[in-house]
Structure formats: C-alpha cells, structure tokens
C-alpha cells in the first residue's frame, strides 16, 4: 500500500492501476508536473512571458513605405498602455491611473489622439521566428490600422524568410530612449537591405512586383502616346 501511494507520488499510472482523487480524477504526480508542453520546464523555465509585446497572423501591405508596418490600433492600446497613462496625467485629463484606464478601455477620443501621435515617433521592433540571423528581428514605424493582423512590406518579407499563409510575428516595443535609438540607427528596415553573411541586396522585388514592373513598363506600340520620351511628369 505505501510503496503503491510512493510510486503515484512520482508517476501516477505507472503501475497501471491510476490511482483518482477525491472529485475522480487522476492524481496529478511529479512526472505530471515536470514533463510535456505544458510542464514546468518548458512552460516557465524554458519560456517566459515577456511584457510589452504582442503577436499576431501577417499580411501584405502594398501601401506600406520600407520602414513602416500596419500595427492594429487595439494591439497598439495595449503596447503603449504605459505612455498613454503617462500623456494623459502630465496634461490633466486623468488623476489617477484608475481613471485613465477607464479612458482607455472606452477608446475616448483623446486617448486615441494621443496614441497616433506615440505611434508616429516611436518605432517596434518585429520578430518572426525561428530568428537564424540578425536580420529575423528588425524596427518599423507603426502605421495604426484597424485590422486585427499585422501589416508588412512585401520587399522584407525574404529577410524573414516568411510568406502570407499563416504566418505570425511578435511586436515588440523600444522602452528606454536608447533603445529607440538604437532600434531607429541600428535596426531598421531601411538601414539592413545588405545581408551582413555575404553583402548581397535582401531588398529584392520577387513574384508580383516583378510582373507588375513588366506590365507597367512593357512597350505598346498601338496605344496613344507610345514611344514619346517625357522630361518631368509635368510634360505627361
């Protein structure tokens, strides 16, 4: 009997016979506590949560400059939750932190006001994973939308190595001013178009892009106006 309540002491089961508790369910062992996703090492030593960061699916945005990606407004209320507050109590809109957060989570238009504002000096940093070289994490101005997925330029998507099928990438947020710094000299987009492994452009148009600069591009010799050589968009 003692060696039985030892043996589900460290796994339950493993004799065969699942010894259950009071509500008749299996007793949860040490083994139960320590192995699989959800064990304690890799659920809390192995990884952590990291404040100040979301995740969400990618998708294009042709609209986007190279340095800029779609951030959504929601994601964004949250990640730049501690600035808002901030913002908020320096121009006297909210006393206390109780009553920005009421602010905040009814979308008041100046909290929204001054969100487009954080969102216009303050860059994030974008990461997908598995991150195999330097260029897997990188900064980006936001550009607020009100999707519920992440927006990024087509010409970085080869640097990532990621494709719009399903894709997700975490946002992460700059804190202290030098890390903004160095997230807008070091890390941006704009600033990373040479691979750091063999100096070759990462930039480069691919699929879409490719064909649509044919078909904008192509010669049509019956067309109106074809052939003409133009000095300034002016002339056209």
Partial sequence: ??????????????????????????????????????????????????????????????????????????????????????KLQFMNLANT????KKMLDNEDPMVLNILEKIAKVHPVLLNRAPTLHRLGIQAFDPILTDEKVIQLHPLVCSAYNADFDGDQMAVHIPLTNEAQLEARVLMMSTNNI??????????V????????LYY???????????GMILNSIKEA
């Fill in 1 to 86: 009997m003692l060696q039985e309540s030892v043996d589900a002491l460290f796994d339950n089961g493993r004799r065969g016979r699942v010894i259950l508790g009071t509500n008749k369910r299996p007793l949860k062992s040490l083994s139960d506590i320590i192995k699989g996703k959800q064990g304690r090492f890799r659920q809390n030593l192995l990884g952590k949560r990291v404040d100040y960061s979301g995740r969400s699916v990618i998708t294009v945005g042709p609209f986007l400059k190279l340095n800029q990606c779609g951030l959504p407004r929601k994601m964004a209320l949250e990640l730049f939750k501690p600035y808002i507050f901030g």
């Fill in 97 to 100: 932190i109780k009553s920005a």
């Fill in 194 to 203: 040479l691979s750091s492994a063999n100096s070759e452009p990462v930039i």
């Fill in 205 to 212: 148009p691919s699929q879409d892009i490719v064909l649509g």
């Fill in 216 to 226: 904008m591009t192509r010669k049509d010799i019956n067309s109106k106006g074809s």
